[in-house]
Structures are given as structure tokens and as C-alpha cells.
């Protein structure tokens, strides 16, 4: 089986396990008050144009998303989301189980709309009976989205005013954000520090062994926030461990050249894709695509790769997803390129 | 600075930086569905000589602790706990923020008695006003404790009978369980299997990079047991990391074998100091050590060794604690017995 | 101003004060362990047929809900509701706090349907990643609906065939109950005890100054549940007041009299604007009616008399609502009668 | 029998009855937002000398006390309070349940200290690994304490100045205040409001058929206050039951002089028991008394009058508790002295 259901098939780049090789015989301290940590974090500062910003590691996408979230809100006041977001979909309640309603919205290829967000905030306000609902306290973005989507300079511009205007905490998930930021140079890590309360650097997708940094650009916001890592169990004693793989894929430019590779392979592949015919659900420019499959070719594709079901088109039809990464092999590429090649495609 | 202060220093284990540098390019399924972890499991398992057990991994200590916890308790029951206990005292309250009370009992040398379980029961029932009171609903212990001390065969009997007699869970953190194995082998693993609902082999503070196995006698009584993991942001996207550690450090005895060595260190560090007419706080077998310093000969080692303050003990001495583990260097123990022969000791 | 906004404007039914005042200087024993619940609990539990259920009484409708929603579900599990349920919409997410996510589905005049549940459990089962994604554990109702309208014998009988099947919890909020014992006798307590795990009686709405009584017809399935009311705050000091006033309500027909009365006030007035061309949102026939007014007229009539907006309808008309109530002084609807005939009507 | 167990054993002083009466038919808007409200919150701040403070109104105790303490802590904090408190013991982990640890002092008679709360703070920060322990948030006293004694002028104000300068809020929960206000006019509502962030007015144990009045005397320390109330289930419907009541028993100065007639009921007690040379567990001035009392007189009492078990002293003595309160009829009162006179007393 050949696979390509996410972007979490293998291990770690080359680079970024030679560094934890490199260092593993070494005595730190713990929870990440080493050197190693203190280089990443200027790194990744550095790279934000935001020298004062805090920097602090989690272990995984939920974990940070839930701290990040727990921290942000009063009891009374909830997160505002795309209904496809993955805090609403894929994380079993998390956010809900400390203790704050996910405000699921309806977004168009998985993104929200400044304009969504006032008129949900005023519903709130103008209801009347303000205290009987959920308070909006949070906007929640993806960037890239679940659906591979990004975006825009001017729409984080818009969504950033909304939400400072309204008092809301703006919070960017960029579980993915390698591949955004290779893909549109122009929401770059200055921008994104410069536009939101806090956002992330994936590094599970984007080549760590696992990992994801979490950037508060104005940390007096945030106060005491090593408190909230420990309490959700975040604080990983070897804490060295992310700074190692942070420092590996930000330096000499690693983590955006890294998302280019993929990108360019997913791009490939949606090009071989629609050359055969087959539309894609909506377009994106990041590493992951979302072909809409007839049935008997998407069984037929089964037999010898993987990739993930996405959602029923039509009787017909479905739409999957295809992901390659920072470590999918070229041959598992050709592999599938030369596979569709000689299935029978859609009449 | 030579480090002493704790059992998490170094990186990982040479044999399981080995093995995930040889996985490393592998593809797998996410999430701990893949053959690493499956076959850690089954090591695991089988040392447990309970091969029905459910085997799950998590990143941390305190991750593994909240998770089974709030698994475990409804929500108006509360986990007893010596007061010593990890639990109680340094994870910032993550059970409570799980809505669980702990219920701190006094222990002698970190440690709990059957006794003391069926007391606490007693005074919850028969006080007369149960519910106005949080009930009992679980057992937390630790072993070996936080104290380095053991919980005998015949302790843990005792508290396996008191705990099913009155329905309590009784779930064991081993976070260094390795080093107990080595000091008592009369509790072994499927001693331990037999004798709780739930127990814990520690990886972090053991060998591993990261990680904790969560061993699960009779599954049956953990229904969905995975949703409780995902839920708290504990469920790693590339789960196979923790199958190949665990795997590398289950085969062929490394697991014990590892602990042994590391209670030596510590032994003869032990050894040392009592020569020199420094006693110990309380006596333990394991890699932890809790010497009684003058306080000017504390402050003279700490100017070469960091080791950890544990507790005033009048106002000229403290306790504190010196840890070995599974990467201590030969030389760092080398050094501080050499320093400690031309050291001035108590008068 | 006449109010007619809500079904909580005035204090008690005239017998339910007068049990209060009766009653109020015998000494008893605290916390609804008096006679005057054992007496309430029996006459319910007789009038469900239903002798062995458990009858337990709080003082208002979000604390039931969040107290029996929190003591069914498990961590991971969430409850299926009507987007326009109350506990989705008016309770501030009390039900996230206690660390459940509501799961919304679009309903049709505030109702759930069995394939609704159905198609909503699949779902869930089928997508293949069932960790991932919050569990349902629990169906939430309410009867009469939050728009006043009513489950059928049938739609109940499938929708408790449906959750016996899945395994699911199925619970029904009788915040208003005895306006629908009144519409429909065919839905009576017994068969409600009958087709459901848990349901309220509510006496806020219904004639008592406060309170609501809830049900559970299978006790065994709620062990120690006085411990959830305990913990959320809910158990009150002079229980007896719960006693007592719910003791007035059930006796002698008097709860199912009084939604009656109010009925048929509320048709009358529904038949009124139906009689003037203002048509209704939709079809009801308990205390609450939906007439869908011209903004002109909306306006004119909050000059006199109070009402609740629902929703816009279009530019030029708006959705309000009109309740009337156990203790609605008929004068202030011969008033509202009356002003109608004289206003200027839809051309 | 006749009771003394506790201060909540009959229903309303009959001018709180008599005012719930008298309103009765009268409609108003819901949720606390009517004239009674408004007029109690009037008198109540007035009586604080604090024009300005936010009064908000709860059914019960523990109600309160939940809701309050956790809109005032982070998540990552939790309250100091004596061992003996409230919210430690007898609210089945209410607070827990919200996510906050108690963290419970040691109490000589139900009493904290502020160089005990100094002393618990700076053991958090002194300890160097903050971010592991639960930190310091909230201060919580009771006001009289649990065991009926009382906090001086002095000692209030000094818990005040090291609060503030720790930056803990300050919290007295005032369940039964009407007995506390009359037995040391020194400490008077001006005096409470101007010591802390937050302290309570009891209804239920003194007076009314239920409630409690909370009083924020700097509101800008307590935002959206409103939301937190609805959230925890707190938000009446009918809040004017609420608003009626505290009117009734804050008018001319009727709640201090119950708690001055309940004492004196109290004191005669107390003196009675020691004239027959029966010792108290600690001196009290208000309206709980706790003599310690042979086990056969206890028992003997016990046929005739109800009283509770506080602890046992030794194998022949337990200390047990006896209340009077607003609405104890004095012949239950006569009787008790009759009976004490013609029991054997202790040799």
C-alpha cells in the first residue's frame, strides 16, 4: 500500500532527527528552559519581526488548541469557528471539555468571513437576552484551512480589524502552516504575527517528529501561560526535544522550503488529476487535494493506495483527499502519477 | 554543572534513538494503529502475563494521569491520594481541572495503607450526609513513590482487596517504573497486572525520549477508552514513535535491566554519603536518593552539582534529592563521590 | 404595560402560596428528606404508573438540565438537540461547561426526528475515525417544543425505539409540560415514563412560584444521583418548599387543569389574529402562539402590550411571541382581544 | 422531636411571607430585571455604604459559592480555605467540579490567619517550579466561620491589606451574616464592603424561605457578571421571589435584629450547658453552639431533640451541634432548658 491519506506517514526530515542524534547524549534542564528552546524561540521570534514575542512547545495540534483556547476565554464565553474547523469536527470535544462552546459557522471552502464574524458577534449583542447565550470571545482560523484553502492578506487584514474592533482574542491554527507559507509568500510569519493574538507553527505535518510552536506576539496578554501548559499536561520534560526540532527546521530557511517540495508534488498530482478529467472539490494550492472521484475508479485507486474520504458527492461520486509532505518519497509520486495513467477514467 | 536533580536529563537511550532512526523513513497508519505499536503491546502484554490487557501510550505523565483519571471517576467521585502524591501536588491541578477532587491523605515515606483507604471510606459513609460530601472513587499510588520508596507485595495485596471489597479503582503511576522492578522483583509486572485496575510503565524518566504505556488489566471495564485519549490532546498523530520506544525498551529484559544499573549508581552514591555521616531523609532502594545536608555543604556542592531541595529539616539542614537514571554518565557519578571525599563534612 | 413575553411574570397559583403559608412553620428535615416530597414523589410516581421512579426536585430549568445531562454522559460523549433546543440556544452553555458539546440538528417546528437520530448516530459510526469525533450519548426533547408544538404518541414511541437500539439516553424537558398533558391526553405521564430514561415536570412555568420535578423512571440507571444535584449546586436547604408546592400542583388534576385553562386562552388569541389575516409561524396548540406581524402593527401594539420577538420573517414582517400562562389575569387578554379589533390590520 | 440541627428547619419569617404574599399577582419582567430587585439591591448598598456596588442574587449556597469562585480565578488557580470551610467539605467538590483546587489550611476554630495566607503564597513562589503547583488566586473565609466563631475588625483587615498586596481576591461567605452582624456591630456591612472583593448575605439560614444576596462591592473587578450567574443554572425566572425577599428582611433593620434575637436564644443555651458543667468545643457568640457532650447524655438527649455530630473528643464524649435561628420557636427553646435541668449530668 502506497499511501497518502495525510501528511503524517513517516517520520521526521533527515535534518531534524540528525539534530535530535546530534544532541541526545547532552544534560539539560527540563521543560523546555534549555538552550535549545531559547534558539528556537529567537528564531522563530526573529522570523515573526516580533522579537518580544513568546514562544512555547506543545506536543500536539489538540493539546495546543485546547490550551490556547482555555487560556484565551472566561467560562461564559465561547469560540467562534468554521463549521469544518477541526477544533468543531476531529477533536472529540476537547474544547467543550474545558468547559467552552465551539460556535460552529457555515464557511464556504472552509473559511470564515470577516463579515461572518460581526454579524454573529451582533446577533449576540442585539439578541436582548445576552446573558442566556454563549458570549463570543475567540475567532478560530486555519491557515492553511482543512480544505487546503488559504488565506488572504487583505481577509486576515479584514478579520483582524473585526475582531480588535469587537474585543474578540484572534487565534490562527497553522497545524499546516509550512505549506502556506510557501505557497503565498505574501502572509508571511511577520504578517500573520502582526494580525493575530496567537497563532502556531505546525511541525508534526510540516517534518518534526512531532511538535507544534505556539507564537503569542504580545505576551502581557497572556500572563502566566507556562501554568496552562502544565495543567493540561502540555509540559513535556524533555522539553529540549522541541527546541532541537524547531531550531533544525527554522533555520537557513528550512520550514518554508520544505512546504515549497510538497506543495509542488500536490500540485503535480491535482495537474495529473485534471488532465484525466477529474475535477477537484475546490481548488488549493498547498499539499493537500481533493479530487472528486467516481466510485469505481476511487475503488479501483484503493487496491493499492491510501488516501481519505472526504465527503459523498453524489450517488457517483465522492470526494477524497490526497496529501503528500515534507518526507513523501518521489517514487510513491510517480507511483500514482503512472497508476492513473492507465486506469480507466470517467466516460 | 553536573546534574543530579533529576531522571530527565539526558535524551533517550542509545538502543531507542537506534531504533527510531531505523524506522524513521517507514510509512505507517497514524494515531498508534500501526505494527510498532502493536508489538509493543504485545510485549508488554505478555510480560504481564495478562494477554487480554489494553496497551496505550501517551506523551507524559501528567497527560496519562488526568486522562485515566477522569476515565475513570464519575463526576461527583474524588481520587485518594497520599498527600505526597504527584497528583496532589506538582501537575497545577490537572485533575481538578477535569472536575475531580483529590482527597490528600498524611503518608508515611510517600506512601498509603489499606488501612487508611478503608478509614477514609468509612468516615465519607458513615458520616450521614454523603452526598454533601465528594465520594471516594479511586485509589492513586505510586510505585515507586515520589519519595524513591516501595510498595511491598503484601501492601499492594492489602490495598487490591480493600479497594475491590468497597469498589474503588485503584490505579498505580509508575512513571519510574523500571527502577522499582530492578529494586524488588517479587513485584513484577504481572504481580502488578493482578493486583490494580490500572498501572503505568514510565518511559520518559526510564530510557525513552518521551512516553508513558498505560496498561489496562480488563479492558472491558474502560469501554471507548481511545476517545477519553483523543479528548485531552493525547493522542499522537504519529503514534508509531511511542510503539517503536516502548518495543525497543520491552525486549529482551532492557526494561529492567536499565532500571538495575541506575539503582547501583544510586546505591553507591547512597553508600557514599552515609560514610561520610550525611543520613537520608527516609531509605530507599531505588534511583532516587534524599541525603540531609548541612546547609554550607549544600551550597558547596551546588557550585559544581545541581541536584533538587526537597524540604527543610531544621533550620541548618535541608533534604534533597539526587536522582540517577538510565543515561547518567559514569564520569558525572565519578565526579560528585570524588568531590564528596575532599569535601569538609559534618563536624 | 400588559405583559405577555414570557410565562413567568406573575408569583404562584393562588393554592400553591396557600400550601406555603399552611405550611410554613412546621420544623422539618432539610434537603427533600420531609414528608412533603415523599408526598410529591408519590403522587407523580403514581400518575406515571410508574411507583418505583425516582422523583427529584430542583428549583429551575437549566439546573435540571445541566445536572441530568452531566450525570448521564461521559466525557467523550455529547447530546443530540434541535438547533433551537434551549439548552443549545438560552443556557449560556451551561452543558459545555460541565464539558459536553451539544450536538445541533436542524429541526423542523423545533422538533427531532427517530432518522434524524438515526442518520446522526451512523454518521458518527461510519466515518471511520469514531475517536476523533465527539460520541452522542444522550437525545435532549423538550415537550411542548421551545415553538410550542407537541410530539405525538408515535414520533415519541420511534424515537425511544431508536435510542433503546443505539444505546443512547433519552431525555425530555417538561419545562412547560402541563400545557402539553393539556393538548394532547394521549400523551400522558405514564406513557412519557414509559418512553424515556428521564424527563421534567416543570412547575416555574406552570403554576409554582419555582421548581421543576424531575423524573427517572429507572432508578438503577442513576446510581447516587443525589450526589450530581449536590455538586452542581442544586440541592435546596428547605427542600419542603419543592414538596409542598409540587404536592399543591399534583393533586386533584390541578397540573393538567391549569394547562388546560391556559390553552385555551392562547387559541383564543391565536384565533383572534388568525381572524385579522395575521397568520401564525407555525401551528400550535399549547400556551405559547407565534403570529408572524407586519412591523407596523409590531410596533403599535409594544406601545400597550409586551411580547417576545422570535425572528425576522422578512423586511416588512417579524415572527413574535405570545404566552399566555397558568396565572394570565384574563383582563389582560380581553385587553389584547380588544385592541386588536380597533388596529389598523395587514391590507 | 424537636430540631436544632441546623438554622434552616421551619420555611420564611412570616414578613418575608407576608411580602411574597402581598406581590404575588403582580407581573414582572423575569431574571431579577424588576422594582423588588432593584429595590433590595438599593437597600443592600446602601447598607454597605457603597452606592455604587453590584448586588446579584442567588437560591443557595453552594450555588454562590461555585459561581463566584469561578468567575474569579484563572484556570490555572485556585482558593485558599481553612480546612474546616464550606466549599472544602460539605459541597461534594462544587468547586472542583468547575476546575479549581481548594487548596485547605490548617484552622484553629474555623479560622484563617493572614500570615497563613501569606505564608501558603509565598511557599508557591518560593517553591521554583511554579508552573507545576496550583497557584494562589483566591482567598476564602466564612463570616461567622463553620463553627459559629467570629473574624475581628483586626484580623479582617489584615487578610484585606495581604490579600491586596498578593493580588488574591477576597471572599467571605456570608451564609448565615445576620448572626455575625449582631454579635459584633464593629463588623457591619460599611466594614465588609470596604474588606473585600466579594462576600455574601445568607437568606436561606436567616430568614427567608431561600436566597442568598451577593455584593460586589467594585463592580469593574467582576465584567459580565450576569453571564456567569446564568451559566451555573443560577438565574431565576422569577427573580423577583428574590428581590421581594431581601426588601422584606433589609427594611429597618429587621435582618440584624433576627440574627440578635436568634443569638440571644444561642447564648441562653450555651449558658444553660455550662451551668450543668457541660464544656463547648470553642467559644461562640452566634447562633451555633457546640457542647461537648458525654455519649450517654447524648443519647439520652437524643430521644426528644435533634441536634448534629460534629466530632468525636474522646471514647466517651462527641461535640455536637445545636442552632437556633430567625423563625425557633421558643417553647421548642423552654423545652430543651426543661430537659436539661432533670437529665443526670456528667459526674
Known sequence: ????????????????????????????????????CAKARTLIAAQ??????????FMGGTQVNLT??????RPFEGVLSADTGHINVHETGAVEATGHKVLALPATDGKLSAAQVREAYLAHVEDGTHEHMVRPGMVYLSQPTELGTLYTREELAALRAVTAELGLTLYIDGARLAYALAADAQVDLAFLAAHCDAFTLGGTKCGALFGEALVLPKPERWPHFRYHIKQRGALLAKGRLLGVQFAALMENGRYRALGEAANA????????????????????????????????????????????HWCKVDTRRTAVRFCTGVTTPKENLDALIAALAILNLPE
Open 68 to 73: 490556547v483556547i482555555a487560556a484565551a476565554l
Open 265 to 308: 508534488q500536490a500540485q503535480l498530482l491535482k495537474a495529473t488529476f485534471l488532465a484525466h478529467g477529474i475535477p477537484m472539490l475546490c481548488d488549493t494550492k498547498t499539499n493537500q487535494i481533493f479530487p472528486v472521484l467516481p466510485n469505481t475508479l476511487m475503488h479501483k485507486l484503493a487496491e493499492r493506495f491510501s488516501f481519505a
Open 48 to 57: 515573526c519581526a516580533c522579537p518580544d514575542a513568546d514562544v512555547h512547545f
Open 1 to 36: 500500500m502506497t499511501r497518502f491519506e495525510c501528511d503524517y506517514l513517516e517520520g521526521a526530515h533527515p535534518a531534524v532527527l540528525e539534530a535530535l542524534m546530534q544532541t541526545n547524549a547532552e544534560q539539560t534542564a527540563g521543560y523546555g528552559e534549555d538552550a535549545y
